[in-house]
T-cell receptor, first 111, second 113 residues
């Protein structure tokens, strides 16, 4: 089945630093999504991307849908302690097949 | 509040028991899902329903039976619970026009002893 390679697996950064994480796939997706999961909670949708090349921001978060439709990245600028959590990418094909999730990037922010 | 809600939040039970988890969404979405998240945090789709009709069933043992009484509810019943069923189960929903944009519930942590 389809798989997503999400990297890095974990990151330790200082408060105020910028963060970058990405997802790659061997196959094409029509939709890329980024979620954040806090401990004991469900994944929360951060950004949804629907078009190749699309660059979308949500506050300090910016995500891009790769031109090849096989990758996406998420940047977080000026990290703060509440950015701590696990970030998941997911690829979709307009509901025709299940979403495929990456294995997550665990972000730790040192104050 | 508009959301996806699940009950219970925690469920601890003995091997061999039968249990149910309930999910409700008041977002007016057409499609609902059940996911299993293992101890390594990997999220795996189990089922999806569209307007009460099963559309995805991903290699899940038939001890797991989803039931959708209406399009706002998707319950998960598990028979003869096994140790390996211990995990966090998430319900999610998505609207018809952007079916990949899924919104998750808070999860149910199931522990089988």
């Amino acid at each position: 089945g389809q798989q997503l390679n999400q990297s890095p697996q974990s990151m330790f950064i200082q408060e105020g630093e910028d963060v970058s994480m990405n997802c790659t796939s061997s196959s094409i997706f029509n939709t890329w999504l980024w979620y954040k999961q806090d401990p004991g909670e469900g994944p929360v949708l951060l950004i949804a991307l629907y078009k190749a090349g699309e660059l979308t921001s949500n506050g300090r978060l910016t995500a891009q849908f790769g031109i090849t439709r096989k990758d996406s990245f998420l940047n977080i600028s000026a990290s703060i302690p509440s950015d701590v959590g696990i970030y998941f990418c997911a690829g979709g094909n307009s509901g025709n097949t299940p979403l495929v999730f990456g294995k997550g990037t665990r972000l730790s922010v040192i104050a | 509040d508009t959301a996806v809600s699940q009950t219970p939040k925690y469920l601890v039970t003995q091997m061999g028991n039968d249990k149910s988890i309930k999910c409700e969404q008041n977002l007016g979405h057409d499609t609902m899902y059940w996911y299993k998240q293992d101890s390594k945090k990997f999220l795996k789709i189990m089922f999806s329903y569209n307007n009460k009709e099963l559309i995805i069933n991903e290699t899940v043992p038939n001890r797991f039976s989803p039931k959708s009484p209406d399009k706002a509810h998707l319950n998960l019943h598990i028979n003869s619970l096994e140790l390996g069923d211990s995990a966090v189960y998430f319900c999610a929903s998505s609207p018809m026009h952007v079916p990949d944009t899924q919104y998750f519930g808070p999860g149910t942590r199931l522990t089988v002893l």
